[in-house]
């Protein structure tokens, strides 16, 4: 069975906005996967619809195998949602958000507040249990939204965009732990618009663009289609006139700058053991390769 099947979705905003052009999209029990798509995709869109916060024209939506549009109420208990926007009580103490969202869920006192105080061990918050939530930091509250949408031990979570915003250490150490409830055994969906972020995490990944899924496969099939890198060489000393490499594409950026294209069969030794690039004076060797826009550019207009 799988965690969720979308079916023909449609959505089109007051502002006659085409936001989903028909979507269809299926997540294994499991998995981790990435919706991965630019700003304006149409990402939150399909969140928003899959937890009922967004009407959709047409399709179906199932979690679990549970028809949404027949049977909301006991969907909504195999998903967590993690939205981008802060939806607690900022007066609220760290605690009492927690244990409240559990009560919605029909979960005892006692029974919450063991679970509040694991996940809020787990992810570093509980010395701030009795804390209002506007005394914490952005990072911070994230990780009460994450708690919020586990405290119901949901078999799917679905997380928009997750570490937008997120230093660098924090969303290292969000990944581990949305790692490690994969394992567990949470289905996890994210949305990003971070092609890093998915590499990470992700083994299934769909892209959307304009509404359309323009590509649904595995994280390695994706990686392996994605060709040549380009790296920016500077040198100490002038390059010589008529710069140019026998082995390699290069061309010549400024006295002291080249760029050169390594192929995907290359390796970065050719480049080292290369006698040509050997007598060169190499101060710095820089990866100016933007795989997601180049990624992006070539799904589009292979579809055109
Ligand atoms: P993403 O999450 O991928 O950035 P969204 O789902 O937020 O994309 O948006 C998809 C499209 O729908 C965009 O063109 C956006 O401007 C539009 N849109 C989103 N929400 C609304 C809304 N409430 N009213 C009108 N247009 C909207």
């Not at 990944?205 to 359309?212: H, S, Y």
Request: proline share 1%.
């Amino acid at each position: 069975m799988s965690a969720i099947t979308l079916k023909s979705l449609r959505k089109t905003y007051s502002n006659d906005v085409v936001a989903l052009k028909g979507i269809d999209l299926t997540v294994e029990r499991g998995d981790f996967f990435a919706l991965l798509g630019p700003n304006g995709a149409g990402k939150s869109t399909i969140i928003g619809i899959i937890s009922s916060l967004v009407n959709k024209d047409s399709g179906t939506v199932e979690i679990c195998g549970i028809n949404c549009d027949e049977n909301f109420s006991e969907a909504k208990t195999k998903l967590g949602v993690v939205n981008q926007e802060f939806n607690f009580s900022q007066f609220e103490s760290v605690i009492d958000i927690i244990v409240t969202q559990a009560g919605y869920y029909g979960i005892d006192f006692k029974t919450a507040t063991a679970r509040a105080e694991k996940h809020l061990k787990r992810l570093a918050l509980w010395d701030k249990r009795n804390d209002q939530a506007r005394m914490l930091s952005g990072g911070q509250k994230r990780r009460i939204m994450i708690i919020k949408a586990l405290i119901h031990e949901p078999d799917l979570l679905i997380l928009d965009e997750p570490t937008a915003g997120v230093d660098i250490e924090l969303r290292r150490s969000l990944w581990d732990f949305l790692l490690e409830i994969n394992n567990e055994g949470t289905t996890i969906i994210l949305t990003t618009h971070y092609l890093e972020e998915a590499e990470n995490l992700c083994r299934n990944i769909a892209i959307i663009d304009n509404g359309e899924i323009i590509k649904n496969t595995t994280m390695n099939s994706l990686l392996k289609q994605m060709d040549d890198q380009d790296f920016v060489i500077e040198t100490s000393e002038k390059l010589p006139t008529n710069f140019s490499l026998k082995n390699f594409k290069t061309e010549v950026i400024d006295e002291n700058k080249f760029s050169l294209t390594l192929s995907k069969d290359s390796y970065m030794n050719d480049l080292f053991n290369d006698r040509e690039i050997s007598h060169l004076k190499i101060k710095n060797i820089r990866n100016q390769t933007n795989r997601l826009e180049e990624l992006f550019i070539k799904l589009t207009t292979k579809d055109e």
